[in-house]
């Protein structure tokens, strides 16, 4: 019982104070890195996209989530894994933009395929940072991806709605009441 007490003083003395100053568990390093690592392949798959689709409103909103979403998401992911001495992931290079009509119809992803895999990927980072909310013991990691979960919903609600503008939502078989007979 002595023991588990004293471990208990420990424990509380290494994590009480200032979040930034207390240490990093395995989960909440295995969680910052992985999300880096998605975010950097995140940001080269939708450059490859924007130079594929031909929908200016769909280019447009790749490009702001570019910006707004994914960038900083890579800056602060780095920020935080830097400071705690973790290695960071590689950084792909820049893609160039491509002239669309050089790429081969047969060749090019089709716009309403571009926002079903950007969709399907916001829904996974949805999940993701929830599930890095929920193992955080550090205030500030538990934060940072409450924010990153956020960003992604408000993106996944643009989204949906360019979606069903377009027409390019197939939606399930939509249930309505009927009338018993």
Request: charged share 20%; net charge negative; glycine share 8%.
């Amino acid at each position: 019982m002595n023991l588990f007490l004293k471990g208990s003083k420990m424990i509380m003395g290494i994590l009480s104070g200032n979040p930034q100053d207390e240490p990093l568990h395995y989960g909440e390093v295995f969680a910052l890195w992985t999300s880096l690592s998605v975010a950097k392949f995140r940001l080269d798959s939708y450059q490859v996209y924007i130079n594929h689709t031909g929908d200016e409103e769909l280019r447009a909103f790749l490009k702001q989530v570019i910006e707004t979403s994914i960038k900083p998401s890579i800056k602060e992911l780095e920020e935080v894994l830097l400071h705690n001495d973790i290695p960071v992931p590689p950084t792909p290079a820049e893609r160039p933009e491509a002239d669309l009509e050089q790429i081969p119809v047969g060749a090019r992803f089709q716009d309403a395929q571009i926002a079903y895999i950007v969709g399907a990927d916001i829904a996974a980072s949805v999940i993701a940072c929830g599930q890095g909310v929920s193992q955080s013991i550090r205030e500030d990691i538990g934060l940072l991806f409450a924010q990153m979960g956020a960003k992604k919903a408000k993106d996944g609600a643009a989204l949906l709605q360019i979606t069903k503008n377009k027409g390019w939502l197939v939606p399930p078989p939509l249930h309505h009441e009927t009338k018993q007979q």
